[in-house]
T-cell receptor, first 116, second 114 residues
Framework: DAGVIQSPRHEVTEMGQEVTLRCKPI?????LFWYRQTMMRGLELLIY????????DSGMPEDRFSAKMPNASFSTLKIQPSEPRDSAVYFC??????????????FGEGSRLTVL | GENVEQHPSTLSVQEGDSAVIKCTYS??????FPWYKQELGKGPQLIID?????GEKKDQRIAVTLNKTAKHFSLHITETQPEDSAVYFC?????????????FGRGTQLTVWP
């Protein structure tokens, strides 16, 4: 398997523009997570899905952030409008969990976002 | 939810020495404790994990110990090499949910000097 695939790897945009980050989880995984990583705050969980259903979005900073998972093989994280403080590395991760057994979490390579 | 504390935030060792990173957690119901290594420009990658039915697990130069009574677990790296230099994260699972959510520590930047 190719692992978790994220795009774009790098994005530079201007304040106010819409940003869409994309993720393809590992085939067969039933949980998908979006994390944001900054020096100040470390790894923050933004939102996670199980079987394509959003479970907890309490980590989403504000209404400018939204995430969708229309099917088991694709998810998007959208920021509209973007602000300089959104500059960070955004990671998508997926895992397979069943029967109360927490499976290994696999991370993508990340999308580095810079908002000017 | 779970709260995971990790120490130290930075650690420098000489090649060949041992490195130890410690974490504590707050939820006694957690029972899965993975450790991740993040190299520059990459996503975190699992290096070892332990479940609460064992107290210690070893894989070549790395080992993890777990003390459920005290709610702490540690990563031990022996005979360190320059390629061990990276950021290491500990994590604990969310037993309030069985959906795979993990709570991460803030990370430890390990530097191994040749």
């Amino acid at each position: 398997d190719a692992g978790v695939i994220q795009s774009p790897r790098h994005e530079v945009t201007e304040m106010g523009q819409e940003v869409t980050l994309r993720c393809k989880p590992i085939s067969g995984h039933n949980s998908l997570f979006w994390y944001r990583q900054t020096m100040m705050r470390g790894l923050e969980l933004l939102i996670y899905f199980n079987n394509n259903v959003p479970i907890d979005d309490s980590g989403m900073p504000e209404d400018r952030f939204s995430a969708k998972m229309p099917n088991a093989s694709f998810s998007t994280l959208k920021i509209q409008p973007s602000e300089p403080r959104d500059s960070a590395v955004y990671f998508c991760a997926s895992s397979s969990n069943s029967g109360g057994h927490t499976g290994e979490l696999f991370f993508g390579e990340g999308s580095r976002l810079t908002v000017l | 939810g779970e709260n995971v504390e990790q120490h130290p935030s930075t650690l420098s060792v000489q090649e060949g020495d041992s490195a130890v990173i410690k974490c504590t957690y707050s939820d006694s119901a957690s029972n899965y404790f993975p450790w991740y290594k993040q190299e520059l420009g990459k996503g975190p990658q699992l290096i070892i994990d332990i479940r609460s039915n064992v107290g210690e697990k070893k894989d070549q130069r790395i080992a993890v110990t777990l003390n459920k009574t005290a709610k702490h677990f540690s990563l031990h790296i022996t005979e360190t090499q320059p390629e061990d230099s990276a950021v290491y994260f500990c994590a604990a699972d969310d037993r309030g949910s069985t959906l795979g959510r993990l709570y991460f520590g803030r990370g430890t930047q390990l530097t191994v000097w040749p």
